[in-house]
């Protein structure tokens, strides 16, 4: 992400700005209970069952972001997994959101700015 391997907030994976959100993804269920973002990092509380296996979640942006106040950022986020078991699993997942600040930096010119991240919520920085 240009530079930013050492600046990250470390959260648990920076989200990912991908070229195109592709909407057709299918992936294993979730359920979003909560989203909250605090400084540089989307906490979100994820529900999906499992109990017996691996469980990958990112969090995609387009860089496509639309111009406004605030600026909107489509977002997608995806749960890849082969666990097969049915314990229901309630758990926080974090998202460094240090990748959409410089992508938006780059493409406005501007050092501060806001975010609304589509369905997860407002960003705002300095």
């Known amino acids: 992400c240009g530079?930013?391997?050492d600046a990250l907030a470390f959260a648990d994976e920076p989200v990912k700005m991908?070229?195109?959100?592709?909407?057709?993804?299918?992936?294993?269920?979730?359920?979003?209970i909560k989203a909250d973002i605090s400084d540089d990092v989307a906490n979100l509380t994820l529900q999906y069952s499992g109990g017996c296996g691996?469980?990958?979640?990112?969090?995609?942006?387009?860089?496509?972001?639309q111009p406004g106040?605030?600026?909107?950022?489509?977002a997608k986020l995806t749960h890849t997994?082969?666990?097969?078991?049915d314990a229901l699993i309630t758990r926080e997942h974090s998202?460094?959101?240090l990748p959409l600040?410089?992508?938006?930096?780059?493409?406005?010119?501007q050092q501060a700015g806001t975010v609304n991240i589509s369905g997860i919520g407002t960003y705002s920085f300095d």
């Open 95 to 97: 998202f460094d959101l």
């Open 54 to 65: 691996e469980h990958d979640f990112d969090l995609n942006i387009a860089q496509q972001l």
């Open 81 to 85: 997994s082969s666990d097969n078991c």
């Open 101 to 109: 600040r410089e992508f938006y930096r780059r493409q406005f010119g």
């Open 18 to 32: 991908v070229t195109l959100l592709v909407d057709t993804q299918t992936g294993a269920p979730f359920k979003l």
């Open 69 to 74: 106040t605030p600026a909107t950022a489509l």
């Open 3 to 5: 530079g930013l391997e």
